[in-house]
């Protein structure tokens, strides 16, 4: 999460893993963080002007002593799904981590310099891909329009495509696993989907609340195996 942290520190801008959420109220709007204002404060700063890189996201998980969600076959390394990291605590006289043996330490550095010799991948902001052009397999069918993620893993599930000319007024989702490629100079997202099932696909409806049997529809529509499966 891009967090501006306003008067607190002059509008500086820091990013904030949904590891550190401890519940959210809807209702009110409110996000809480099992962080103090000085963990932020000191953490790394974040330039949303540019891509987010891997070796900033090193410093990152370092520096908070978060198990790096890349080191793993699932969406957060290990487990699918957020779990509490050991040590964690609000005190910033106690972060990061807790001090660790030598070995265990210089081994850890290793690694770390390792990946940021190899590191090549970014992260985006959302509002970059807001207004992509999607690209269907045979010509396109819309325009991104938001984004619908999972609140208990953090997981983007699905893409709001705004069918625009084509089919005024309608909008549909597709998932990310069935986008092919992104062309990021010509801003164009392109999906391993027809127009046809595109244009017959369920339409989405933001104001209503989207239920399993809604994504079951989907996902049977376009003859695909649900990401829960």
Do not use: C
């Not at 962080?35 to 891509?51: E, F």
């Not at 090549?120 to 010509?139: C, F, N, P, Q, W």
């Not at 549909?172 to 997202?189: A, F, G, R, T």
């Amino acid at each position: 999460m891009v967090v501006e942290a306003g008067g607190w520190l002059n509008g500086r801008k820091v990013l904030i893993s949904p590891i550190s959420v401890r519940g959210v109220d809807w209702d009110d709007e409110v996000l809480n963080v099992k962080l103090s204002k000085q963990q932020v404060r000191d953490s790394p700063s974040v330039d949303t002007d540019k891509p987010v890189s891997r070796q900033h996201e090193i410093d990152y998980y370092n520096y908070y002593g978060y198990n790096n969600y890349w080191e793993g076959a699932n969406l957060w390394g290990l487990g699918g799904y957020l779990v509490p990291w050991v040590g964690a605590s609000s005190d910033a006289a106690l972060s990061p981590r807790q001090p660790q043996d030598d070995a265990i330490t210089r081994q850890r550095q290793r690694r770390l310099d390792r990946e940021r010799e190899a590191a090549d991948s970014h992260l985006r902001s959302s509002k970059e891909v807001i207004g992509y052009e999607i690209m269907a397999t045979d010509g396109p069918i819309g325009s991104v329009e938001d984004f619908v993620f999972d609140d208990e893993s953090w997981a983007i599930r699905y893409m709001v495509v705004d069918t625009g000319k084509w089919l005024p007024g309608k909008h549909v989702l597709l998932s990310p696993e069935w986008i092919d490629s992104v062309s990021w100079s010509e801003h164009e997202v392109y999906v391993k989907v027809a127009r046809q099932a595109i244009e017959t696909s369920p339409e989405y409806d933001a104001s209503r609340s989207f239920s399993k049997a809604h994504e079951v529809t989907l996902y049977e529509h376009h003859a695909r195996t649900p990401y829960w499966w």
